[in-house]
């Protein structure tokens, strides 16, 4: 069956870093767009990033631009989300997606809390 497995998320302090794993089985990943989204609490799911299928194209929320980096390995099945610069507002559970290039398929993961706080 699918499955969307995210891992990484943890308390750090302002200024520091984490790197997000989000892996995939049960569909042929090379062929879906990836996104991580987070979700503040009494805070609607927002989209963070995004990664093409090849992993040719990323696009960011303006508000992480320049401290996260999304990447990929089809050959791992897995999609990353690099964290840097961690700012409290950074605080959210934050999921993986997995959309179809015809947009009828979307998957999520179960999500990974990240807490942001000294």
């Known amino acids: 069956q699918v499955q969307l497995v995210e891992s990484g998320g943890g308390l750090v302090q302002p200024g520091g870093s984490l790197r997000l794993s989000c892996a995939a089985s049960g569909f042929t990943f090379s062929t879906f767009v990836m996104s991580w989204y987070r979700q503040a609490p009494g805070k609607e799911r927002g989209l963070v990033a995004t990664?093409?299928?090849?992993?040719?194209?990323?696009n960011y929320v303006d508000s992480v631009k320049g401290r996260f980096t999304i990447s990929r390995d089809n050959a791992k099945n897995t999609v990353d989300l690099q964290l840097n610069s961690l700012k409290p507002e950074d605080t959210a559970v934050y999921y993986c997606?997995?959309?179809?290039?015809?947009?009828?398929?979307?998957?999520w993961g179960q999500g990974t809390q990240v807490t942001v706080s000294s």
């Open positions: 990664i093409s299928a090849t992993g040719g194209s990323t």
């Open positions: 997606k997995a959309r179809g290039r015809f947009g009828d398929l979307v998957y």
